[in-house]
């Protein structure tokens, strides 16, 4: 991994950019409507910082993860179905009450508009929750392309996602970069070819993000957009 200060990436012509733990802290979100969810099975509440570690791969995943707490395998599978249909009715209810922009990231994709690049949120929120939560912080108006973890066949870490939208955007992997918070964000972009940057605040599955193999590691989207030239 390069030094950050000595970084830079051109030829670059799109970003990808994930949502959850990279534009929006939205674990206070999951946070809430896990344990109402929860609440609903007559399960106990679960703290912010083991739900946290459990987002990233999806909402099925999170809800297999959330009630393999009190469960074993089959009890999981058996309590699946009631649990996804509470949580997301839950989620839905509160989409972005709780959640905030960090710091950086209006002046970080104003910057990556300015320098001429393309812009597409790929998160594995599913669409649902993705576009209003974008509306509701004003996100939405600088992305060209908005994919879910339930828009395409595949999510990430598969690379699928990614070569979408280069090909939706009639670019090479080598011109597109991926900015995101996790292992997820850099084994997708790794595996299609894209160039990939890290921000270190967001949800790493509760791994440090210095392990993750990248390009860089930037403190903010504003810090991403400077390293960035077409
Ligand atoms: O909802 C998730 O599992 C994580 O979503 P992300 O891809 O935006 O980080
Ligand atoms: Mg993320």
Same mark, same amino acid.
């Given at each position: ?56 791969? #999806? ?6 993860? !959330?009630? *393999?707490? &009190?469960?074993? $395998? ?6 699946? %179905? ?55 912080? #004003? ?6 392309? !908005?994919? *879910?973890? &339930?828009?395409? $066949? ?6 699928? %996602? ?69």
């Amino acid at each position: 991994m390069n030094a950050p200060e000595r970084l830079t990436l051109s030829g670059i012509r799109a970003a990808i950019i994930d949502l959850d733990g990279t534009m929006l802290h939205t674990a206070p979100d999951f946070h809430v409507a896990v344990n109402r969810m929860r609440a609903d099975l007559t399960l106990d509440p679960l703290d912010i910082g083991t739900i946290t570690h459990f987002v990233g791969k #999806g909402t099925e995943n999170l809800m297999r993860r !959330v009630l *393999g707490v &009190d469960y074993g $395998p089959e009890e999981v599978e058996r309590h699946f %179905p009631a649990a996804l249909a509470s949580y997301e009715k839950h989620y839905h209810a509160i989409n972005g009450d709780y959640s905030s922009v960090y710091p950086g990231v209006r002046e970080g994709l104003e910057a990556l508009k300015s320098k001429g690049l393309r812009l597409a949120c790929v998160t594995n929120k599913p669409i649902s929750f993705a576009v209003p939560l974008l509306d509701k912080a #004003g996100l939405r108006p600088y992305f060209d392309l !908005v994919y *879910g973890g &339930d828009s395409l $066949p595949k999510k990430k870490p598969d690379p699928y %996602p990614l070569l979408k939208v280069c090909q939706d955007f009639g670019l090479q992997p080598a011109q597109v970069v991926a900015i995101g918070d996790s292992s997820n964000d850099a084994q997708a972009a790794r595996a299609a070819g894209c160039k990939v940057l890290n921000v270190p605040y967001g949800y790493n599955h509760g791994e440090p993000i210095h392990n993750v193999d990248s390009d860089g590691i930037v403190s903010t989207l504003l810090d991403a957009a400077h390293l960035i030239s077409a």
